[in-house]
């Protein structure tokens, strides 16, 4: 298992590297000018030198090693200096991002908790719904739940975020007027009125995303459940006289998690991807508004960072459920 | 002595087979048709897509004329509980902030849509199964293209759709027009970064159909690999290819849709459903429906295609056919 889990680590960095040169050229061919915002009186050879600062007059190979060293030693250096007050990074270029001129980690920073709350809260809350919907729905296969069950988890299937949010936003905030629409981020929680306010915020995005993660988390729950309800050994405990809920919550339930687990794992970093949208809907100011704008604006050191961070989560979290397939279930040996 | 002579064995007697043996695609239809949510999204589906092609002709108003006189007309169902709206029979959906008809502009939006779905998902299954089915057939290029296929999986795929299409808008809008070029940039983005699972469910099909004996008998009368291929493995992979292209379509809308939402996707003159959506959200306190319509339109389709794809995928499985 160890030896599996160091060939796979050692083989994501190649992996990572490839990708990363991919995004990188291909923003390489973007249309945009970053200069293009600069009047028109400011002479060519000013213009020229603001290129250089910018990191732009070197040829794109050049570029890209600038950019990994920045990334992977520079950052590094960076954190590791605010965690312990050395000062490796002083006076180091960091990746600086074209929009603001501040550093592009410390953007991402700042704006990954809301993104943490908003989403990772969804997906917990998207889990717990699921997986009793999953369990009993298997459990009473065909039974009026079940049916109902499988058509709400197809339409949570079926309709889109960006239909979900407006629709939601019309009905609680407009109509009722329970919460609000957009998502206040300089809310500081300090009392119980704040706390109010942010949980009433919250609701909505994290309904939102939380409807996707559980339609697609009950019905592998429900169809790992389905496999392990005929297998002989449930026949066995039941025979040998242990009471349904210990057959059904501790030996099926037990068995039926290893994908399921695997699927969870697979779906953190799908659901960043997914919340861009979201959060666009909310207003909510995480990472994945963060790229949009930033796409909008032509800032492509940041868009090459996130679009790299996304793609590190995707690899990393591929490889935690690889490794947690493996040690949850006996039976699948890698070497 | 009741019965002295034992009636003769049922079987022995039958010198013909009493029935014609059934074809594979009956048994199939049979299966499906037992699953009443996938003949109704099979139904819809089909009612969508003649009513987005033949639609035009039959409501023949213009979704690109401008009306004035007759802007922000509310549906006529409205009338039915607000005696004030403004409505006209003429225009039974609606009109928007500029007097556009809404039931063509939904034909119109529909019809792109369909069309975007459609490309894609085929763009798609077509890369996919060649992949697969050139990966599983031909051990040498089979590591390569297996990489191939998990760095596109781990590609984070919404961010670099928006990257893409941001990035080449400008160039293919100059050569192909507004349109057609944003057409062939969300189809070609949107088939060529949604094809990895029907490559790994082919490829899985193939290596094991691959040592089967009939493939093996066409091997030793010198059938040409191409052959072999187009003959005895792809009408083999059809089920797991017509599954995946049920769940390619329903994802295709919902990608095109998600990116006219965000603004990037066709141009602001001409309608598809989620650009109609994304334009209506900032008045759909005042104008719910023409969040609502669209929207709705985009949810039954991909409702559909899904219920179509579970039927499918129940009635195409032999384990499960016949039961």
Do not use: C
């Not at chain 1, 990708?19 to 213009?47: N, R």
């Not at chain 1, 861009?276 to 949009?292: D, H, M």
């Not at chain 2, 035009?56 to 979704?63: A, F, K, V």
């Not at chain 2, 990966?135 to 040498?140: C, E, I, Q, T």
């Amino acid at each position: 298992m160890l030896t599996f889990a160091i060939r796979r680590l050692a083989l994501s960095v190649p992996t990572l590297l490839f990708i990363s040169f991919a995004i990188f050229m291909l923003l390489q061919l973007a249309p945009g000018d970053p200069m293009s915002q600069v009047p028109l009186t400011v002479p060519p050879e000013v213009k020229e030198k603001m290129r250089q600062a910018l990191g732009l007059g070197e040829p794109p190979l050049i570029q890209y090693w600038k950019w990994l060293v920045q990334m992977f030693w520079i950052e590094p250096q960076v954190l590791w200096d605010h965690m312990f007050g050395t000062s490796f990074a002083e006076g180091k270029l960091r990746v600086i991002s074209w929009q603001t001129r501040s550093p592009v980690m410390d953007i991402v920073l700042q704006r990954i908790p809301q993104t943490l709350w908003v989403v990772g809260l969804s997906y917990v809350v998207g889990v717990l719904i699921a997986l009793p919907i999953g369990i009993y729905s298997a459990y009473r296969q065909y039974s009026v739940f079940d049916q109902s069950g499988t058509f709400i988890t197809m339409i949570g299937f079926s309709i889109p975020p960006f239909f979900t949010g407006p629709l939601l936003i019309v009905v609680f905030s407009v109509q009722l007027g329970w919460f609000p629409s957009i998502y206040d981020t300089t809310l500081v929680v300090d009392s119980w009125a704040n706390f109010k306010i942010q949980l009433q915020q919250m609701i909505m995005p994290v309904m939102v995303l939380a409807l996707q993660t559980t339609a697609q988390l009950s019905r592998y729950m429900r169809a790992s459940m389905l496999d392990n309800l005929n297998q002989d050994y449930v026949r066995t405990a039941r025979a040998k006289g242990l009471s349904e809920a210990v057959v059904v919550m501790v030996h099926v339930l037990r068995n039926s998690m290893i994908p399921v687990v695997t699927v969870i794992a697979l779906g953190v970093p799908a659901i960043f991807g997914g919340a861009i949208i979201t959060e666009n809907v909310f207003k909510v100011n995480g990472i994945g508004q963060l790229l949009i704008t930033a796409l909008f604006a032509n800032d492509l050191p940041m868009v090459m960072t996130l679009t790299f961070i996304f793609a590190f989560l995707i690899v990393m979290f591929n490889l935690i459920a690889d490794i947690l397939y493996g040690v949850l279930d006996p039976r699948i040996r890698y070497d | 002595m009741t019965n002295p002579t034992p009636a003769p064995i049922g079987a022995l007697t039958d010198t013909i087979p009493g029935k014609p043996p059934r074809s594979k695609w009956v048994d199939v239809w049979h299966q499906f048709s037992k699953h009443k949510g996938a003949l109704m999204g099979a139904g819809f589906l089909i009612f969508i897509t003649l009513a987005v092609i033949f639609g035009s002709w039959i409501w023949s108003l213009d979704p690109q004329k401008l009306d004035i006189r007759n802007k922000d007309l509310r549906p006529i169902y409205t009338a039915l509980w607000d005696s004030s709206a403004k409505v006209d029979i003429g225009h039974p959906l609606g009109t928007d902030n500029l007097g556009r008809d809404g039931l063509a502009n939904l034909i119109a939006g529909g019809r792109a849509s369909m069309a975007v779905g459609w490309a894609a998902m085929l763009l798609s299954l077509f890369i996919g199964t060649a992949v697969g089915v050139i990966s599983g057939y031909f051990k040498k290029i089979d590591g390569p293209l297996m990489r191939l296929t998990d760095l596109f999986l781990s590609l984070p795929i919404l961010p670099l759709l928006l990257v893409a299409v941001t990035l080449f808008r400008q160039p293919l809008r100059a050569n192909f027009g507004p349109e057609g070029g944003m057409f062939i940039l969300i189809v070609a983005v949107i088939g060529v970064t949604s094809w990895m699972p029907t490559a790994r469910i082919v490829r899985g099909d193939v290596l094991a159909l691959k040592e089967r004996e009939f493939i093996l008998a066409a091997r030793s009368i010198g059938t040409t690999p191409f052959k072999i291929i187009q003959r005895h493995l792809l009408p083999n992979v059809l089920s797991p290819i017509m599954v995946s292209a049920t769940l390619g379509l329903a994802t295709a809308i919902i990608t095109e849709s998600a990116l006219s939402f965000l603004g990037v996707g066709f141009p602001s003159d001409f309608p598809t459903w989620g650009k109609m959506l994304a334009d209506a959200v900032p008045r759909m306190n005042d104008f719910p429906e023409r969040v609502l319509l669209p929207g709705i339109m985009i949810s039954l389709t991909v409702l559909g295609v899904n219920y179509l794809g579970d039927g499918l995928r129940d009635a195409l499985d032999p384990r499960i056919r016949g039961r």
